[in-house]
């Protein structure tokens, strides 16, 4: 029985399984493997934190879906997903972290009891072969147990399904906006000279979570990131406990509403930015509302790379990774849903409801900088989910 | 140059890497792919969030190991690591997130130039196959630019490393045991009737992060888990919105601090608790008292499923899922280190400084109750990092 609040009507869970099967059909494929959590959460409305122990929707090209996950796991999973009881199955805990076994040894075997297997045969069947929690072992697991089945990547299916979303999807992103909104407050108010870094982690997080009275938030699929000083020539730090000194600090983070998200970024100079600094961000922010004013339907995603890399190279700068990536859904480790890179390599052409996060982080020798917006291509320009000012902020 | 304080001495990363290359000797491996980055951070003491892009590290038989990142993340990798810049490899932009590419064909060039193809081909080639973050597609880019390698599962061979702890890695798990109490006495103090579980969640958060004055927090490798009044019959229920009833609350947590992990359950019942509630609670305490008194060197872990088995089963109750699992570093979808599990199945043997989780979850049907304690096995018995009360929270 289902108990939780259904996040999505009925026909639009429908639809997002016809736009799937459309495109398996294209692709030969008689049957997916989905274990991207973001994918199971979209198909199925399945969550929660047990995506650690193999999990996967088995979807086939007609016929219901089938959800497997850890026995503990599938016992609760009525909770979150109105898939009916009969369709969630549970493996054994005896097949958790084994050497010698593999979760999928028994998935591929409760399939077969099930005739799933000979109807999955006649075309192949797509893999996720580079989500983040589908292991080479649990690829050889199927690979070994059924032979009759030809496995082929299906490249980000459901995640490309996923790149133009619903009206009700962007509602919640703008939700995860005014999460977002929140915590940047919640970041730029608290760094500050002799905070300590995780001080003001927890704070940012803090607000994350609590968001706004109407919308509480959600785990981002990131922890707030804050590359600070001479260490901001890189991305990816996390926070110490040491403290601000007068420096320029990188903030990074995410609003998140019920696993939609908001990523945004901000430079906050404690104390006089250096000339370089100041510099760095006044040809980052014209490059970034050229790029916004670029957005429309039918734009290539190139375009807004060329725009970007022409206002660059005007200053003598150039980027050489990408300027965002689509957005949504997000577990962690990504809030990114690997389809569309905003770069000169990216065949794509924006539609309406397709959601981004433009981000211009210069990394460069000993100081960094960044600014991003989380936007919605709207059906006459571009929708930005926050509203903060678009420049180098100072205390 | 390394910039950063490291963690631990020359002396301890030596022995580990020893460690590691004694059991791939016996392994029969002439070099290992990193990709777990608990494992990176345990041998290099590289550490950021940059493992949702592929990573690995190299390590020969003998030699000089390798580490491969994206470039923007090579690029700050000097921060964290003590590896010598020579050491550190950044593969281009470009490789990221394309359907026909994947970074480690990039990768597997670069180790062919270096000439580190060759001899590494005398035996074989461990990898971790059930690693989160090596998935299908990054394995098949390693088997087809390198047919000389025979490649085979290592088996979690840096997490066995991994399984007994040096004395300075127990200083720090003490100290992340220090950070869990304040987040476990957050929980206890904010989560009452009427409170949204999501700000419950934010004051948890806020003190996981802010941690002690001594000993600041870092981000915990799962979220706090709260499943709550029904929904508590399964363990991986996220928060929500909603305000709590009066119900029993079960909080999972974890203290962090430096990635070293002490996670920590408790239940709190909110209003008087029910006649089955309180009876596993007893049943509970007295069976985790029970398993703690058997803990000491040389005793099989399976000794202590035992004792855990024989006290549930003099109340007619029964766990199915293992009694808990060997911690350390941790990252984030998983907190447990995937070795040891504690269950009859189980072949280890206790050895002092190994440490371990033990959750004694009871997943009832419409209500659960969860206790647990992180321990230290000491040369006489047992260490537990934190101190509450073993018994359900009557608030």
């Not at 996950?69 to 549970?90: F, K, N, S, Y």
């Not at 790149?163 to 940047?184: F, N, P, T, W, Y």
Request: proline fraction near 6%; glycine fraction near 6%; aromatic fraction near 12%.
């Amino acid at each position: 029985m289902y108990l939780g609040s259904q996040l999505f009507t009925d026909s639009e869970y429908e639809q997002r399984l016809v736009r799937v099967r459309e495109l398996m059909d294209r692709q030969g494929l008689s049957a997916i493997i989905v274990t991207d959590p973001a994918n199971i959460f979209y198909l199925i409305g399945y969550n929660a934190w047990s995506f650690y122990t193999p999990q996967m929707l088995f979807v086939p090209i007609d016929g219901d879906m089938v959800f497997f996950a850890r026995e503990m796991d599938a016992h609760g999973a009525h909770r979150t997903t109105w898939l009916p009881d009969e369709q969630i199955v549970g493996y054994p805990e005896s097949y958790v972290h084994r050497p010698h076994l593999h979760p999928f040894d028994w998935v591929a075997w409760a399939l077969r009891q099930r005739f799933l297997i000979a109807p999955a045969s006649k075309g192949s069947v797509g893999l996720e072969m580079d989500s983040h929690f589908f292991s080479p072992k649990a690829y050889r697991a199927l690979y070994n147990a059924i032979p009759e089945w030809k496995l082929v990547d299906n490249f980000e299916l459901v995640n490309w399904v996923r790149s133009v979303k619903s009206d009700a999807e962007i509602q919640l992103m703008r939700q995860a906006g005014m999460v977002c909104s929140e915590a940047m407050r919640a970041a730029i108010d608290t760094i500050d000279v002799g905070v300590r870094q995780c001080d003001a982690a927890a704070a940012i997080s803090q607000a994350q979570i609590t968001g706004t009275d109407e919308f509480g938030g959600d785990y981002p699929a990131i922890v707030p990131m804050m590359p600070t000083g001479a260490a901001a020539d890189t991305p990816h730090l996390t926070w110490h406990q040491g403290t601000f000194a007068e420096e320029a600090v990188v903030i990074e983070l995410t609003g998140a509403h019920k696993r939609y998200h908001c990523p945004l970024a901000r430079t906050v100079s404690l104390g006089k930015p250096s000339k370089d600094l100041d510099y760095v961000a006044n040809a980052t922010a014209e490059g970034l509302n050229n790029v916004l004013d670029v957005i429309r339907p039918g734009v290539a995603t190139r375009e807004l790379a060329s725009t970007w890399n022409w206002t660059l190279a005007k200053y003598g700068l150039e980027k050489p990774s990408r300027l965002g990536y689509s957005i949504g859904i997000g577990y962690p480790p990504d809030w990114g849903e690997r389809t569309i890179s905003i770069r000169t390599e990216d065949e794509s052409v924006l539609e309406t409801n397709m959601t981004f996060h433009i981000v211009c982080g210069m990394w460069m020798d000993d100081y960094g900088f960044e600014l991003s917006e989380s936007v919605r291509v709207s059906p006459t320009g571009v929708e930005t989910f926050t509203s903060f000012p678009r420049e180098l902020i100072r205390k």
